[in-house]
């Protein structure tokens, strides 16, 4: 189940206006634009080739910071990413399927990651609820993220079951989220420990 940090959540929010990604090392990050630092771990494919080397840097050193907990690198990314100007919000990458959705729905999930009177836990949370209240068709347009910190604790053979569940098309977002849990369930406590901490379950 913790390994369902990377949900469509993450999806939509680190694409629309965040850098929450987190993929262990070797797995989604897009490449640099030349000149510029190597891409922040997470980073969303092209966002690097459109924020400002400073925020490329400090980005960076959240990451890199072993001091900060998950949630606390995840709100100073989040602090920095709502920092920026609109103008450069707009130029960002959205996910794969997002702008297939319908118009209302895209400028609601852009208004949650931009609204700067929230905090990334609360964006989270209100991004979840507008995504799980989509129909299924619509659910389905936006494809599972990549794997989270510590997927590559995981032995393989599990991580071969888990990736296999993540992109079966066939099943829907509540169908997905509990045969993951299941996986993850079964795993050593010593393995389970070093995972982030799921977020709840499916509505309904």
């Known amino acids: 189940m913790r390994l369902l940090k990377a949900s469509l ?10 850098a929450q990604f987190q993929p262990p090392p070797g797995i989604g990050p897009g490449k640099p634009h030349p000149g510029m630092p190597g891409p922040v771990p997470g980073l969303p494919p092209g966002f690097a080739e459109v924020l400002p080397r400073d925020v490329v840097e400090k980005l960076r050193a959240i990451h890199a910071d072993p001091a900060l907990t998950f949630m606390e690198k995840n709100q100073k990314i989040d602090e920095i990413m709502s920092s920026l100007p609109e103008e450069v919000l707009d130029r960002l990458p959205t996910p794969p399927g997002f702008s297939q959705l319908p118009a ?40 599972p993220p990549p794997p989270p910190p510590g997927f ?40 389970r420990s070093k995972l982030p901490p799921p977020p709840p379950a499916p509505l309904g």
């Open 104 to 143: 209302d729905i895209q400028a609601k999930l852009k208004g949650i990651t931009r609204d700067k009177s929230l905090n990334w836990q609360q964006k989270q949370e209100q991004t979840r609820a507008a995504i799980e209240s989509l129909p299924e068709h619509l659910r389905r347009l936006l494809p």
């Open 152 to 191: 590559e604790l995981i032995p393989p053979k599990v991580q071969e079951q888990l990736r296999l569940i993540r992109e079966d098309q066939s099943l829907g977002f509540k169908e997905r989220y509990y045969r993951i849990k299941t996986v993850i369930d079964s795993l050593p406590e010593d393995i």
């Open 9 to 18: 959540v993450w999806a939509v929010l680190g694409a629309l206006a965040h």
